[in-house]
């Protein structure tokens, strides 16, 4: 999946996904931690939701006062509710959001690839990678998943009621070229990361 024109001394970049409660952000942490340069899509909607203008002004016109919080500001819990069990609302800000959030990941790796001494992987955090068609934009995909129990207990809603429309867990992990079913501890993930960061450290210098 590496895209068309690229060096193969520039970052490698790499995608998370995986379903709700599977434990992305910590695998996201983890790359972190071994040196790859990490964005999570979902703190660029919590920007977008905070700080981009045209995105406020739609909202509003769109969904109305009744979303802002006390101090004035787009509460995504708020929106959350209306799209919850709305899939045209949900398309709608989809269709708003999706297209920023895209623009603002392949900046932000751009900005990498300009970098003296660029990093050797950077890894993005796109829950609906799959789901969007957005995996032809990485040059690997990690696909992060965990049994339905371990992810009941760590989502704060309940997985079935918000992945009807999502693939399953098994037809993402046949097209990832790395899978880790994330029921262990934290270390056995570390060490899982650690391990795909030599693999793909050793791809970017073929």
Same mark, same amino acid.
């Given at each position: 999946? @590496?895209?068309? +024109?690229?060096?193969?001394?520039?970052?490698?970049?790499?995608?998370?996904?995986? +379903?709700?409660?599977?434990?992305?952000? &910590?695998?996201?942490?983890? $790359?972190? @931690?071994?040196?790859?340069?990490?964005?999570?899509?979902?703190?660029?909607?919590?920007?977008?939701?905070?700080? =981009?203008? &045209?995105?406020?002004?739609?909202?509003?016109?769109? $969904?109305?006062?009744?979303?802002?919080?006390?101090? +004035?500001?787009?509460?995504?819990?708020?929106?959350?509710?209306?799209? $919850?069990?709305?899939?045209?609302? !949900?398309? #709608?800000? &989809?269709?708003?959001?999706?297209?920023?959030?895209?623009?603002? *990941?392949?900046? #932000?790796?751009?900005? !990498?690839?300009?970098?003296?001494?660029?990093?050797?992987?950077?890894?993005?955090?796109?829950?609906?990678? *799959?789901?969007? +068609?957005?995996?032809?934009?990485? =040059?690997?995909?990690?696909?992060?998943?965990?049994?339905?129990?371990?992810?009941?207990? @760590?989502?704060?809603?309940?997985?079935?009621?918000?992945?009807?429309?999502?693939?399953?867990?098994?037809?993402?992990?046949? @097209?990832?070229?790395?899978? *880790?079913?994330?029921?262990?501890?934290?270390?056995? !993930?570390?060490? $899982?990361?650690?391990?795909?960061?030599?693999?793909? &450290?050793?791809?970017?210098?073929?």
């Amino acid at each position: 999946m @590496r895209p068309e +024109g690229g060096s193969p001394s520039r970052s490698v970049a790499v995608a998370i996904t995986g +379903g709700i409660g599977a434990g992305k952000t &910590e695998a996201l942490n983890a $790359f972190a @931690r071994h040196g790859a340069a990490t964005i999570s899509s979902d703190d660029i909607v919590h920007r977008l939701l905070r700080e =981009d203008d &045209e995105v406020r002004a739609a909202l509003l016109k769109h $969904f109305g006062t009744g979303i802002l919080d006390d101090a +004035g500001n787009p509460d995504r819990a708020a929106i959350s509710r209306i799209v $919850f069990d709305n899939p045209q609302e !949900l398309a #709608w800000l &989809e269709a708003l959001l999706h297209p920023r959030v895209v623009a603002e *990941y392949l900046a #932000w790796r751009e900005g !990498l690839s300009g970098l003296a001494d660029p990093p050797a992987v950077n890894v993005t955090e796109v829950p609906l990678l *799959y789901e969007v +068609g957005g995996a032809e934009r990485f =040059d690997s995909v990690v696909v992060i998943t965990a049994p339905d129990d371990v992810r009941r207990a @760590r989502a704060r809603v309940a997985a079935e009621e918000r992945e009807g429309r999502l693939l399953p867990d098994e037809e993402k992990a046949a @097209r990832a070229d790395f899978t *880790y079913v994330n029921d262990g501890t934290r270390q056995q !993930l570390d060490d $899982f990361v650690a391990e795909t960061m030599l693999a793909l &450290e050793a791809r970017r210098r073929k």
